[in-house]
């Protein structure tokens, strides 16, 4: 349990680096440089992000392992895997970015129209930074989590609580030690008008994260739902820029109830007629860059020690993590003559949407987590699980090993 726990701590400190939560690292920036002058709000900023990691973690945790007492096969990233969830989230990494591009604000006084206040909001802003930073950090897994959450899956509720503890803890720390120890982040610049700027500037990987999960759900949905986001985005900005006017109208004395009451409408407009549309999507059909075999457990088990080396790429659409591994290694010229060359069947099981399959092979093999990738010898012998992060020479090497053919 111990070294589980260790695992996950230092998984959720390298989380920080993963793709999945670049985005949200300029939320965070915005938080040390808006405090840095001020140690008091820095640790109260601090003590927020960490209590919003935390709670949503836990959360997370609480409904997973629900779910799985209850018979359900779901595994870390399961809420993405709801075309309806992944649409939510567009819309609120939407939102954010509008926000920071002043279109509108959220928990400011309003002292003057367009100021980043420093004194009122903190804490909330700083705690549902980390939540949202938490709910778009599941489609990753970094180095040392899953083999600590494949353990925390299989261990009794309280014992998985604490390993998904130490998993959020490890997130939130860098983050955190900063805020409480301002020491470590003197060389920050002090605050001054340049945040207007350097706020408008972070909101553009916000839209780079918005795009991405408008993507995915065009994976999970097909066009339909596609169409239906974009439409919901177009209304929901305009609904945000009347918001903006709004408040800027509040601030000046002038009315402003009527333009508040649009802008709900709109909002409702834009979002209650999602579900009925994304639920009768179809997911887009995507052609494969690897000459595959259908991938079952059943498969699997029918062509295990028949000669031909199996490797299984466990992936789906969300995990950014598995997308940069299909491109830069398991894509590449290499990969594919070290397939043809080896005679290896290569499945792909799929998890963009659930599959209770998947996520039972998977907690079969230990792993909690994707990406996964296993290859299973040809003489039948036990499978090897690959690292999470590929290189072409990984690949290259496993299936010649699992072949027994030589270079």
């Given at each position: 349990?111990?070294?589980?726990m260790?695992?996950?701590?230092?998984?959720?400190?390298?989380?920080?680096?993963?793709?999945?939560?670049?985005?949200?690292?300029?939320?965070?920036?915005?938080?040390?440089?808006?405090?840095?002058?001020?140690?008091?709000?820095?640790?109260?900023?601090?003590?927020?992000?960490?209590?919003?990691?935390?709670?949503?973690?836990?959360?997370?945790?609480?409904?997973?392992?629900?779910?799985?007492?209850?018979?359900?096969?779901?595994?870390?990233?399961?809420?993405l895997?709801s075309?309806?969830?992944?649409?939510?989230?567009?819309?609120?990494?939407?939102?954010?970015?509008?926000?920071?591009?002043?279109?509108?604000?959220?928990?400011?006084?309003?002292?003057?129209?367009?100021?980043?206040?420093?004194?009122?909001?903190?804490?909330?802003?700083?705690?549902?930074?980390?939540?949202?930073?938490?709910?778009?950090?599941?489609?990753?897994?970094?180095?040392?989590m899953?083999?600590?959450?494949g353990?925390a899956?299989?261990?009794?509720?309280?014992?998985?609580?604490?390993i998904?503890?130490?998993?959020?803890?490890?997130?939130?720390?860098?983050?955190?030690?900063?805020?409480?120890?301002?020491?470590?982040?003197?060389?920050?610049?002090?605050?001054?008008?340049?945040?207007?700027?350097?706020?408008?500037?972070?909101?553009?990987p916000?839209?780079?994260a918005?795009?991405?999960l408008?993507?995915?759900?065009?994976?999970?949905a097909?066009?339909?739902?596609?169409?239906?986001?974009?439409?919901?985005?177009?209304?929901?900005?305009?609904?945000?820029?009347?918001?903006?006017?709004?408040?800027?109208?509040?601030?000046?004395?002038?009315r402003?109830?009527?333009?508040?009451?649009?802008?709900?409408?709109?909002?409702?407009?834009?979002?209650?007629?999602?579900?009925?549309?994304?639920?009768?999507?179809?997911?887009?059909?995507?052609?494969?860059?690897?000459?595959?075999v259908?991938?079952?457990?059943?498969?699997?088990?029918?062509?295990?020690?028949?000669?031909?080396?199996?490797f299984?790429?466990?992936?789906a659409?969300?995990?950014?993590?598995?997308?940069?591994n299909?491109?830069?290694?398991?894509?590449?010229?290499?990969?594919?003559?070290?397939?043809?060359?080896?005679?290896?069947?290569?499945?792909?099981?799929?998890?963009?949407?659930?599959?209770?399959?998947?996520?039972?092979?998977?907690?079969?093999?230990?792993?909690?987590?994707?990406?996964?990738?296993?290859?299973?010898?040809?003489?039948?012998?036990?499978?090897k699980?690959?690292?999470?992060?590929?290189?072409?020479?990984?690949?290259?090497?496993?299936?010649?090993?699992?072949?027994?053919?030589?270079?």
């Amino acid at each position: 349990m111990l070294t589980a726990m260790l695992a996950a701590f230092a998984g959720g400190i390298i989380l920080n680096f993963m793709p999945c939560v670049f985005p949200i690292i300029s939320l965070k920036a915005l938080g040390l440089v808006r405090h840095s002058h001020s140690t008091a709000q820095t640790r109260k900023e601090g003590f927020g992000f960490l209590l919003g990691t935390i709670v949503t973690m836990l959360i997370l945790a609480a409904v997973l392992l629900a779910l799985r007492a209850g018979g359900t096969a779901v595994g870390w990233g399961f809420q993405l895997q709801s075309p309806l969830v992944i649409a939510f989230l567009a819309l609120v990494i939407l939102g954010a970015a509008l926000n920071l591009l002043g279109v509108f604000e959220v928990g400011l006084s309003m002292q003057r129209a367009g100021e980043i206040s420093v004194e009122r909001g903190a804490f909330v802003r700083a705690a549902l930074t980390g939540a949202l930073s938490i709910i778009v950090a599941t489609p990753c897994a970094a180095p040392f989590m899953a083999g600590a959450i494949g353990y925390a899956l299989v261990q009794p509720p309280a014992v998985a609580l604490v390993i998904f503890f130490a998993l959020a803890l490890g997130f939130a720390a860098p983050f955190t030690l900063i805020s409480l120890f301002p020491a470590l982040g003197k060389s920050l610049p002090r605050p001054g008008a340049w945040m207007n700027t350097l706020k408008r500037g972070l909101a553009f990987p916000m839209f780079g994260a918005f795009g991405w999960l408008v993507w995915v759900l065009a994976q999970q949905a097909g066009t339909t739902a596609l169409a239906a986001i974009l439409a919901a985005a177009v209304v929901l900005s305009f609904a945000a820029w009347l918001y903006g006017m709004a408040q800027q109208r509040r601030f000046a004395g002038k009315r402003h109830l009527a333009l508040f009451a649009v802008t709900a409408v709109l909002a409702l407009a834009a979002i209650v007629p999602l579900p009925s549309v994304i639920n009768n999507g179809a997911p887009v059909q995507t052609a494969a860059h690897i000459e595959e075999v259908k991938w079952s457990p059943q498969n699997v088990a029918d062509n295990r020690g028949h000669g031909k080396a199996i490797f299984v790429n466990f992936t789906a659409s969300w995990c950014i993590t598995c997308q940069v591994n299909e491109k830069t290694s398991l894509s590449t010229q290499a990969v594919k003559e070290a397939l043809a060359r080896t005679g290896t069947l290569y499945m792909v099981a799929d998890s963009t949407k659930f599959n209770a399959d998947i996520d039972d092979a998977m907690n079969a093999l230990g792993q909690g987590s994707l990406p996964l990738y296993v290859v299973y010898p040809a003489d039948g012998s036990e499978p090897k699980i690959l690292p999470q992060v590929l290189t072409p020479s990984i690949v290259v090497n496993a299936l010649t090993q699992a072949s027994g053919k030589k270079t």
